[in-house]
Structures are given as structure tokens and as C-alpha cells.
């Protein structure tokens, strides 16, 4: 571990924060910087390629998750798109009620559209989570009211990975006759996600979250849902999201979400086999570490962990000086200074919540990447520890 | 990955007096995990000067450089001067903090004054320039953030 050393090897396994975009997903971007530039709103011919461009991408992501074509809103990121559906599913509805039922774990552009709603005069509802993260179906049901218009829980957690029972919650969201998001911009690209057998009305996905390009997202929204815009303009989108198109970004995640329903069967057995790898092989070579999310319900791409005594940012220090990339939920490496959301709703204390450390697997990792992990991460976590207070302090009480 | 200067970035992965002082003279702890850190400072004490400074820190790349620097600032002195090591000063000579981890450059030096108070209320003498009481109102204060 020496300082300033270039590290052996080059591991990126932050793939839950972004993914590269894929040669392919580049090749077919790349005409549509230079070559074919037109506005798809045009009626000329420089137009007409633009918008057949963008028309196929809107097959190709509708084919994704099972919708019709024309259901696709293209966004600029999911978070947008979660704003989207959020302040835009909420307006349209506010006449029947102002009563909005979201998870405690949800990514903050949703939490956080929720926070604003609320100071527009709706109500929001949290539903806690088990110690693995999962939203009981049974809950979401009791909170609903006469006045509940809408409910978004997400389809999995990219901070721990878990896998939440949409089609379930879906199922009891459905008979109350309330409409149901679900934040699908950690599952869609990596599991199958298909609106009809989750029985939502409306979901999310971004492109980066699945080889495809950064700026790059949608929103699907069931025909005949009532969905007022974030944004006044022209009618792009169907007037539902108004501005010129960013039809390089679009035909990237048309690409990337045609690859990633191709391949996803071989992608997920792979990044399985990876990912179980890392889960069973850590917590044997470090003494108390902790798995995070669920044991089952969790993305193929995903190993979470909270290691305990020790504090994450430090961690991901030593790592990206021996060229490992991975985040975590520690207070410390976040801007405000919190510990993760995800990790105290799940009932974590914030002293194990600061160990946190969350691997992203990537398509082209191989076994040789996650046994450069296991050598190299036990010594800093050792290493950490020497000089923590609360390790010391429990070896004492351990004699 | 905060920006932090190389002299912290060298605190942080070659820390300096990193233990425990099993027969200390003085010991102070600061901080919460809820906040992220916290430090333990164990100071010896001979003939009024800091002999050894050692400390034991739970917490980011600041908190451990901050730790780090403040003993190794602190050594040698003597504890009039030792009091004077300010959270501005450490900072100074770390090149600087991130903004938001300003936060972890008080625990340092808070964590030496409360041990160097242990140290003078064991003996029952008075430090000049030792604040009385300090340090204890900041634990149950929220984080701060700049």
C-alpha cells in the first residue's frame, strides 16, 4: 500500500452510482452529433431522420419493460423522471385528494418531490422497511385513504440492492383504485421489468444505470393517466415534456436498453456467480462485517456491506489508491454530512451505518476483480481499525 | 471524494502517534458516531511538557489527518502552549480542509484540550489559558455543515 504508487489494477465496481456507456451503445450515438442533427420537430427531411431516430428508441425502451412505445416519456435523467411522476402524477389527481404514500428508503428525487408536494399542501405518508429493506405490502394498504391519490415505492434499492415486492403492493395499490410509481432507475437494465405483470401506472428507468448514457432517462405512464408537465413549452413529448430533444442521449438508451434486454439473462447469471462471490468470501476474511439488504431479494449486480469499528470515507481512500472504485452511505462522504437514509430506516445504528461500503458490479468484471477486492480490502479494513477508538474499546470488553 | 490537500492525504495514510498510552497522564474523548467521528487523545506529561501525545480516531481522512497533526503540534510542548493549539491552526497547517469537514479540524484540538483538563484536574492544578469547561456543549450539537 504505498503512497503515490500506481495500483496494480483498475477496478471500477461503482456501477449503482454510473456505468460506462458500451462501444455499441457510443457507435450509434455518434451519428446523431454530426451527420444527423436535425430538430425531430422539423418537416424537413433533417428532421424526419431525427425523429424516425428517436421513434426507434422509444421502441426499443418500450420493448424494455414490456409497454407500448407511445406510453414512453424521455427525460433527462431519473430523477427527472421521478419528479415527473411524482409532481405531475400528484397535480393531476390533486382534485380527488392530497394524500401521497411513499417508502422511507426511496432515492431523494423522490423523497424529496414528495418534501415539496408537502409544502403544496399534501400529506406524505413514509412506510418503514424490515432490516432487509423491504416495504410490507399489507402496511402500504392500511395507510391508504379516501384522499390517498398516489403511491411510489421503488422497484429496488440501489444502496442496498433489495428487490421490493412491486407486483404485490401493486396488486393492493390497484384495488383502492390508487394510482402506483414505482422508481425503477436501479432495476430496469439489470432484472426483468415489465409494467404489465408489476401492475404500475407509471415507472422510471435512467440509461446510465444500464451502460447508456449520462442525461439520459424516461418516464412510462400508463394511456389515459392524467399527468400535468414540470415544464411549459412545445409539444415535445406529447406536450407532457416540452423541450428539444436530446436525441444523441435517446438513441443511447435505446441502444442500451436493446442490449440489455438481449443480454440480460447472460449478464445476471454472470453477475450473480460475481456478487455471491463477494457476499460469502468477505465476512469470512474480516471479522465483523455485516451484509446489507437482503440475502435473496437483491440485484444481480449488488454486494452491500457495513464494517464495523471503522468509518467509510477512509475506506474508499485506501481503495482508490489501489485503483478500486466503490461508494458508501457513511456520513462522512456525504456532502451533508448524514449518515444514509437507506441504512437507518432498516433499523442500523448510524455507528454501523458509517462502515457502509456498497460494491456496483459491472458486465465486464471477471473472478480475477472481486479476489483484487478480497486481497486488498481486509488489510485496509485492518488497518483502519488499529487506530479506532470503538474497536479498541471492544477488544477490552472482548478479554 | 472530498479535495484533500497532500499534506492531509499524508497525515491521513501515514497517521503519526497512533495508540493508546496505557499509563497516560491525561486522556480526552470527543465526538459521536452520529456525526461521524470521534477521537480519543492520551497525553504524558513531564516536567509540564507533552512527552507523548497518542490518539485513537473512528472517523473520515480529515478526522484521522486532524488527529494526526494536532499530536504531532502538540509534542514537546509545554501545556500552556498546548492549549493554545487552535482548530484554525491545525487546519492551517494540514493546507487547508474541505468546508464541510471543518468540523473534524475542532475535534482535534478539543480532544487534546480535554485531555490536558483530565490531566490538571487529576493533579489539581491550573492550566493558563485552559478554558474551565469546553468541548462537552458540542456533543449534543447537530453536525455542523457549512
Known sequence: MGNGDKPARRVYLDNMATTPVLPEVQEAMLPYFRQIYGNPQSIHSWGDEAREALENARSQVAALIGSDAEEIIFTSSGTEANNLALKGLALG???????????????????????????????ITEIPVDKYGI??????????????VLVSIMHANGEVGTIEPIAEIAKKVKEAGVLFHTDAVASAGSILVDVNKLGVDALSLAGNEFYGPKGSGALWVRKRV????????????????PGTENVPAIVGLGKAAEMA?????ARSSKLIKLRDKLINSLPVAVEHVVVTGH?????????SFCIRFIEGEGMLLWL???????????????????ASHVLIAMGLS??????????????????????????KLPPIIDRLRQ?????AKYMKEKR | MPAYSDKVMDHFMNPRNVGEIKDADGVGEVGNPVCGDMMTFYIKVKDNRLEDVKFQTFGCGAAVAVSSMTSEMAKGKTLEEAVKITPALVAKELEGLPKNKYHCSNLGAQALQEAIRDYAKKKGIKIEGLKEKGGEDEEGEECEVS
Open chain 1, 387 to 391: 487506530m479506532s477508538p470503538l474497536y
Open chain 1, 295 to 303: 440475502p435473496t431479494e437483491r440485484l444481480p449486480q449488488h454486494a
Open chain 1, 261 to 265: 434486454a438481449k443480454n440480460m439473462a
Open chain 1, 320 to 338: 482508490d489508491r489501489e485503483g478500486i472504485a466503490v461508494s458508501s452511505g457513511s456520513a462522512c462522504t456525504s456532502k451533508a454530512l448524514k
Open chain 1, 226 to 241: 392524467r399527468l400535468i408537465p414540470l415544464m411549459d413549452g412545445g409539444v415535445q413529448e406529447g406536450g407532457r415534456r
Open chain 1, 135 to 148: 416495504v410490507d405490502p399489507d402496511e402500504v394498504a392500511r395507510n391508504i385513504r379516501k384522499e390517498t
Open chain 1, 93 to 123: 389527481q390533486m382534485a380527488k385528494g392530497k394524500h401521497i404514500i411513499v417508502s422511507a428508503i426511496e432515492h431523494f428525487s423522490v423523497l424529496h418531490a414528495a418534501r415539496t408536494l408537502e409544502k403544496g399542501g399534501f400529506e
Open chain 1, 350 to 375: 448510524h455507528e454501523i451505518a458509517q462502515g457502509s461500503l456498497l460494491f456496483g458490479l459491472g458486465v465486464d468484471h471477471t473472478e480475477d476483480d472481486v479476489d483484487y477486492v478480497l486481497q
